[in-house]
């Protein structure tokens, strides 16, 4: 493939997580399932970190990361694929910030912004999320997001009781 062919397909970051059964395995499936498509590309992967529920606090500590995925599809195809792959690993949604099995969010999409019914870009609460600020920053740090570095959205975030789970970034890879 020629740069100009690699330059044809937009960089998305997306968010995942979970807390019931094996988040970790869950998410690595939920990657690998990406990265075989013909119409995306894994890229980047955080570090496996692990997180105390937000929002909905009496449950169980989730499982974070994030990725850099390089695709064909437009914002609407990705986010269709995303929940096509939280449905094929069983995922229900009965409460908001309530347990799952796997949750896949995009974060941003290139430049792009987009404020949909069902999809807005940059993702609405990224901003104020360490347990996405802190597995982003692993390899997009400097990534610009409603005019403010990754970095910088990071040092005002509160991530208390967060930790590095996996230090190894291809733990996804199995």
């Known amino acids: 493939m020629n740069s100009s062919e690699r330059d044809a397909w937009p960089l998305a970051t997306l968010g995942l997580g979970g807390n019931i059964g094996d988040p970790r395995a869950a998410m690595a499936d939920a990657l690998r399932r990406l990265d075989s498509r013909d119409d995306c590309r894994v890229t980047e992967v955080s570090r496996l970190y692990r997180t105390p529920p937000w929002g909905k606090t009496d449950q169980a500590d989730f499982y974070n990361c994030c990725a850099a995925v390089e695709t064909r599809l437009e914002p609407q195809a990705l986010l269709a ?57 692993d390899f997009a740090a400097e990534m610009i997001v409603d005019g403010r570095s990754v970095a910088d959205w990071l040092g005002e975030a509160d991530g208390a009781g967060i930790a590095v789970a996996n230090e190894n970034r291809a733990w996804w890879r199995g």
Request: charged content about 30%; glycine content about 6%; overall charge neutral.
């Open 81 to 137: 694929a995303c929940l096509d792959i939280e449905r094929d690993m069983k995922r229900v949604r009965i409460e908001r910030w309530g347990p799952r099995t796997i949750d896949i969010d995009i974060l941003t999409y290139g430049s792009l912004t987009i404020e949909g019914d069902h999809l807005t870009i940059p993702h609405p609460r990224m901003t104020q999320r360490a347990f996405v600020l802190m597995p982003l920053a």
